[in-house]
């Protein structure tokens, strides 16, 4: 079973960053990251493969949110940058040790609160 902790959370005015960290107690072989509004379904947000660094995105982030990843921290990050208060949600990291793993393993979530 690998663990995730996961930071990075706060209150930020609209149009400003921050960068949430996820790290992984054990090998990784894809991240993810999703997000989950009140009153609304969680959604995905970003993936990064841990050997290649292929990423993909939700169109809604496209631009403004990066997801990255150190080998050597066994962490992944999401720079999210220009947020908007839409993007207010309790952001969580999302693992598969293995290609098609499912269930994924989870992190605790982190609130990230954009301001208008």
């Known amino acids: 079973q690998v663990q995730l902790v996961e930071s990075g959370g706060g209150l930020v005015q609209t149009g400003g960053s921050l960068r949430l960290s996820c790290t992984a107690s054990?090998?990784?072989?894809?991240s993810h990251w999703f997000r989950q509004a009140p009153g609304k379904e969680r959604e995905f947000v970003a993936t990064i493969t841990w050997s290649a660094g292929s990423t993909n995105y939700a169109n809604s982030v496209k631009g403004r949110f990066t997801i990255s990843r150190d080998n050597a921290k066994n962490t992944v990050y999401l720079q999210m940058n220009n947020l908007k208060p839409e993007d207010t949600a309790v952001y969580y990291c999302a693992a598969q040790g293995v290609a098609g793993q499912n269930p994924y393993y989870w992190g605790q979530g982190t609130q990230v609160t954009v301001s208008s």
């Open positions: 054990g090998r990784i072989f894809r």
